[in-house]
């Protein structure tokens, strides 16, 4: 193809990751994760076979400048996890590889999000439990809302997990959104304790900066851009474009979920960011529909492996 007509990150593979801990790891969480020994083994395969690149080359060679190698890789990681700083950090920090990380713009005390309580939840209860507890405490008119989101899920095809999951954080965010905190309050005594201890604090961000990695957006309540009212899309790409006052631009940004929308990319330009990811490994559209693969998908090796063309 003409070298004018390819898109300048037509070569990168970018990958995400969130969890990266053990199973036991505290505070227990029932999602999936990337253990730390296959961690390890990912980024040494992506020594040997590719060239790590920072968001600074990235976002050059999106805005036209220097291209980047023709095996470049980006490593990101969503949600402000303890993880990135309890594991990741040394493991990049110790190849002098750059990293972005994908930080929400919770507040030290705040609440966990929805998405983050169901994790939380799972790691002791099952779904069917969470279910009955969730429906059990709806009132009538929220529980037919539930019911009939779940149907349109499983007619849409999505995993078990999921079918559950999407009418919490999404339909039923404002009603089963307390009863998740109120379940894990019950359990925990402190959903704001777990939440500061599941997620970097204001320390570690420093941290992860001083190594020189780049700290991206990923809104503050973790919300689907792409179903939320567009009043609750540009406060929470507000609350993001404030936490990264400080750092240096140009700005990324990460959507929750993956899940882009045309209002969420508008709100971003406009607040400041100069490129946003979802969690598809499609080509790029634009600078706010940029691709990922995630590290937890079945065949990564292979793509991280790559032919260097
Ligand atoms: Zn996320």
Redesign the pocket.
Known sequence: MDARLRHPLADLVTVMW?YVRDPDAEPRVGATAVDPVTFEDQIDLIGRSRTVVGWPAVAAALGGGRGLPSDAVLLTF??GLVDHHRTVLEHLARRGWPGVF?V?ARRTGERLSV?HRIHVLLATLTPDEVRAAVLHRLGRTDRARFLGAERRERAAGVDAIDVLKRPLQRDLAQAAGPILSALIDERWGSEADLADAIHVSATQVADLRGAGMTIGG?GRH?LWLDWEPADRVWAEVADSAAFLADEPKPWSF?Y??GAGHPVAAAALAKAGFSAAFHARTTMATGPFDLGRVDAEAAGVGTMLRGSGR
């Open positions: 969130h969503d949600d994908f929400t998405g990923h973790h990460a929750p979920y």
